[in-house]
């Protein structure tokens, strides 16, 4: 209740700064344990302090709220997050996160000073290179779905040479994406159509490179041909539960 919170706002003050700093991190240590709210745990470790400790629990925050579709509220928790002085990788898992947030709720320049900041938080010596590499592909995807193509082909010329099956997809849909939107389109459908060939893509991914090859059978006038690929994306995006799928399949479909 707002007495009962009015309470311990009163009762935390009339603590001496030491004693107050050493009470919240007996709450913290001991919300820890008891896997509370992340929030409250991350809220604790700030006040005692300790506000490194606090930067994971800010990113669960923030991670939670997300689900919930509070994205102004993930946005906080992740804003704190940045300013909790976290690690290197936790402040590039923290940036990934803001960009894609803000870019979601229209806040396109935001959005993309963390995309700048993550870029060269992903770039500097020392980051492990299995998070250097997925850092990389969510930058070129995200880049790509902004119609930065330029962007996101040369993040790609700083992936390493070997990749795993499913990150050399992501590599084709991010190439076939930004050749479609350098008007490359034979290019980039001969690509799709490659990656649609593989058995490991499934999913989302599979309903985006689709996607892609809607845009440039339109773009070649193959109105009937964009239309089935569309109803293809459509249905893997209802089967998902995908919400921004289907939309954009109705979208697409003209519905």
Known sequence: SAAS???????????????????????????????????????????????????????AAGRQAQRLHALAEAIEHWRKGLADEPTPSQALALNLALMHALRT??????????????????????????ERTRALLELAREFAGERRAQDAL???????????????????????????????VDAA???????????????????????????????????????DLASEALAISRELGDEIGVARGLNRLGI
Not at 8 to 21: E, F, G, T, V
Not at 106 to 120: I, K, P, V
Not at 164 to 184: H, N, P, T
């Open 5 to 59: 919170d009015l309470y311990k706002r009163q009762l935390d003050m009339s603590l001496a700064p030491d004693r107050r700093r050493l009470v919240h991190r007996r709450l913290a240590l001991g919300a820890e344990a008891t896997s509370a709210m992340p929030s409250m745990i991350a809220t604790h470790f700030e006040a005692s302090g300790e506000r490194q400790r606090a930067v994971p629990h800010r990113l």
């Open 105 to 130: 709720t229209d806040q396109r320049e935001a959005s993309h000073h963390h995309g700048a900041e993550a870029l060269a938080l992903a770039t500097q010596e020392g980051l492990p290179e299995p």
């Open 154 to 184: 040369q993040i790609l010329q700083r992936l390493p040479p070997v990749l795993d099956e499913l990150q050399q997809l992501d590599v084709m849909y991010v190439r076939a994406s930004a050749l479609r939107e350098l008007g490359q």
């Open 189 to 227: 459908t001969e690509i799709c159509q490659a990656a649609l060939a593989r058995p490991a893509l499934r999913g989302r991914a599979r309903a985006l490179l689709l996607d892609t090859m809607v845009i440039a059978a339109h773009r070649r006038g193959r109105i009937a041909a964009a239309r």
